[in-house]
């Protein structure tokens, strides 16, 4: 009888704790604001998200800030210049192929810069995985480019005003061994507690 109830207890217990593994959303900040330009055209960081994941279904930047474009000519005709948009990346690099998301503008309303506030996906090319981010920790890429042109070029590069940005990963997190062990316990303790006896008087 008593190992009848022990199964029951451990059957019961690895239900608990597969539900205790739960789809959740971390967020972490990104210290790169500032002004993107050829001059200072991008900024690195590690970062450390505090959990492990057992899977990850999809990562975001969440980010702010304004576009300026740049004035380009074409070969051609140099004497016309025009506003060209330029771009703010983020990147987390190559796992085997470059997972990238960006945002372009600035053209729409040049001189004056085009203001953005977005939450962009970063997608997953093919054969890649998030299998390098499953321990919470990686390294990101924040920066600025300008369109290659076939037959022309910039004259005046735009620049990009980060004003905010985080990295946002939305996956399965696998809680800490402590509080596996004590939901363990906690459970083993109520189901086997002693039987009080009963007062026959």
Known sequence: MKTTH????????GLMLAGFV???????PLDCAGIYDVNNPYWQSDFD?????????????????????G?????????NPYPEDVTVYASLGFNPGLRSTSIY?????????????????????????WSDLLNGTGAITVGYAGFIMTGGSYVES???????????????IIPEPGTLLLLSVGILGVRFRPRKEKFTG
């Open 6 to 13: 022990l199964i029951i207890v451990v059957i019961i217990l």
């Open 22 to 28: 739960q789809a959740d959303i971390v967020e972490v």
């Open 49 to 69: 998200l505090g959990v492990t994941f057992s899977e990850i279904s999809h990562v975001y930047i969440d980010w702010a800030g304004e576009i300026t474009a």
């Open 71 to 79: 004035l380009a000519i074409d070969y051609s005709d140099p004497d």
């Open 105 to 129: 503008g600035g053209e729409a309303t040049y001189p004056s810069p085009e203001p953005f506030d977005e939450l962009t996906e970063i997608p997953l090319p093919v054969n890649s995985t």
């Open 158 to 172: 735009g620049s990009v005003l980060l004003t905010d940005a985080a990295l946002v990963v939305d996956g399965m």
